[in-house]
């Protein structure tokens, strides 16, 4: 079986070493090439055409950001980024994947990590599932206006939910970018992401949508107009007090299984004090992450409405294909009809 081929990205050649080194001898993938800089990327990929390609962020002569945006552009090929902690690079990251990179992996120190091996495997697992994305799906600009919410009667309380994995952060700005500013139930998003990265996350979503969006903080009381985005690495649950909804935000132990944040244990705590209505919906990501959370949604008896991502928009149909196989979800739509279909969904409840 052809292996899949491997275009490297960094300006440090012992990075460069490094990574190559990884992957001598791995039966799925083979080094094609390297590149120092964004710049000798964009010319290696007309070059080689490797299947996928590791990018560093940082780097002199033109960054990660501006590569992946000019690559996909001209001739698109799944990219994972490399990034440091740091917040200037969880920034970098997040516009990265704006800009169509499939995934990232955080390293485990500086620019130059000594401790890159501690990722090794998680390296290779993502860039073998970024080498089956098709990149023939339509890479939309959407054009329509945000949708419209115009209904008066705005006694009930309610909750948005949202759940996304890879892929993740440029359907979120789809969706959110697109809800209209008088939203009258709190939205709380749950995206895989560690920390920092959700905080830049939030920030940038902030920055385009007439919503207020944040990163979730343990004790606040949730608001309509607000968006709550879960730190990486915790666990977000929403409780009831009185007639408010109040966020929990945890660094609880790993369990085996269960990631940080979970769209699962969202889910499952709104399930817990179900009151009507709740909307739930899953974006793209791996996984089945966020549909045992709907089946308990479901079983309260509570007004839920479950939105999937159709699998043409995806990036990976994992999450809203799991969903849909249960048999939990109301309405499968692209994702630049989400946000509308969010709307909808609450004016005919009467939200």
Sequence with gaps: ??????????????????????FTGHPEIEV????????????????????????DVEMPVMDGVQAVREIMASCPVPIVMLSSTTTAGAEQTVAAMEAGAADFVAKPGGSISLDLHLIRDELAQKLLLASRISLKKERYRSVRKPASLRTGDRNRTGLIL????TGG????????????????YPVCVVQHMPPKFTKSLAERLNSLSGLTVKEAENGELIKRGCVYIAPGGTQMRIFRSAADCVLSVA??????????PSVD?????VA????????????????????????????????VHVIAEAEETCIV??????????????????LEEIAHAIVNSLIKRGA
Excluded at 162 to 165: D, K, N, R
Excluded at 319 to 332: I, L, W
């Design 317 to 334: 149909y994992g999450m809203p294909k799991a969903a849909a196989e249960s048999g939990r979800v109301d309405e499968v739509v692209p």
């Design 1 to 22: 079986m052809r292996k899949k081929q491997l275009l490297i990205v960094d300006d440090s050649a012992f990075m460069r070493k490094l990574i190559t080194d990884f």
């Design 32 to 55: 094609a090439g390297t590149a120092k800089n964004g710049r000798e990327a964009i010319r290696k990929t007309t070059e080689i055409q490797p299947d996928i390609i590791t990018m």
């Design 265 to 269: 244990v969202l889910f499952e705590s």
């Design 162 to 165: 949202i759940g996304a994995s």
């Design 251 to 260: 660094e609880e132990p790993a369990i085996p299984g269960v990631l940080r």
């Design 272 to 303: 817990e004090t179900a009151e009507s209505p709740v909307t739930a919906v899953i974006l793209t990501g791996m996984g089945a992450d966020g549909t045992e959370g709907l089946g308990k949604l479901k079983n309260t008896g509570a007004d």
């Design 169 to 184: 952060p440029r359907a979120l700005q789809e969706v959110i970018s697109h809800l209209p500013a008088d939203l009258p």
